[in-house]
């Protein structure tokens, strides 16, 4: 069964810092891997998908990379703000056609 | 705004109650999912409806039934419910079940079981 690990679990940040959230997974035959954005009490928000093909995809200020031979993948952040605060959660989704969820990253940009 | 649109946004029920959730979507989506997410845990996967077919059900226990009635619904039908029940329950969207496209999810349903 496919593992996904995030860390680290919480980030406290100052406004304008760059910063990286790393994602893992213990099974390389993925389909794709995505991230999302969850604020309290809310559904889940897509932010990038990168298929099992690709190495990176960038949106805005967001920038996603995968390496699937490692196991991993990292969300870079540029210049954060405190809108950016929210939980960031990965997913990987497997043959089966179920995606995997990591425990999340929970962030906080302080003004 | 979600293009995926879930009622009601609260729900309290006993646990002899019998209530249902609705998700509904217009985006011409053929895969829809229900996940059920406790607090400050990942959402796990309950259902998948492909085409409006049942697809996958993760042993999910009998009192809870979906039912995909066409293309842009999704019911999920809770009946004697536990407390431990209580969750957030999330339904999702993606165009396909093929890994080419992202899932698109609701809001959710707040569901508390007295």
């Known amino acids: 069964k496919q593992e996904v690990t995030q860390i680290p679990a919480a980030l406290s940040v100052p406004e304008g810092e760059n910063l990286v959230l790393n994602c893992s997974f213990t099974?390389?035959?993925?389909?794709?891997l995505q991230w999302f954005r969850q604020d309290p009490g809310k559904g889940l928000t897509s932010l990038l998908l990168?298929?099992?093909?690709?190495r990176e995809q960038t949106s805005g200020r967001l920038n996603a990379s995968l390496d699937k031979s490692s196991g991993r993948s990292t969300l870079y952040i540029a210049a954060s703000q405190p809108g950016d605060s929210a939980t960031y959660l990965c997913?990987?989704?497997?043959?089966?056609?179920?995606?995997?969820f990591g425990s999340g990253t929970k962030l906080n940009v302080k003004p | 705004d979600t293009e995926v649109t879930q009622t009601p946004k609260h729900l309290v029920m006993g646990m002899t109650n019998k209530k249902s959730l609705k998700c509904e979507q217009h985006?011409?989506?053929?895969?829809m999912y229900w996940y059920k997410q406790k607090a400050k845990k990942p959402p796990e996967l309950m259902f998948v409806?492909?085409?409006?077919?049942?697809?996958i059900n993760e042993s999910v226990p009998s009192r809870f039934s979906p039912e995909c009635p066409n293309s842009s619904l999704l019911n999920l039908h809770l009946h004697a419910l536990q407390p431990e029940d209580s969750a957030l329950y999330l339904c999702?969207?993606?165009?396909?079940?093929?890994?080419?496209?992202?899932?698109?999810f609701g809001n959710g349903t707040r569901l508390t079981v007295t």
């Open positions: 409806y492909s085409y409006e077919k049942l697809s």
């Open positions: 997913a990987a989704l497997n043959n089966f056609n179920k995606f995997y």
């Open positions: 099974d390389s035959a993925i389909y794709n």
């Open positions: 999702a969207s993606s165009r396909d079940r093929e890994g080419n496209s992202p899932l698109h």
């Open positions: 985006m011409g989506h053929r895969a």
């Open positions: 990168i298929q099992s093909s690709q």
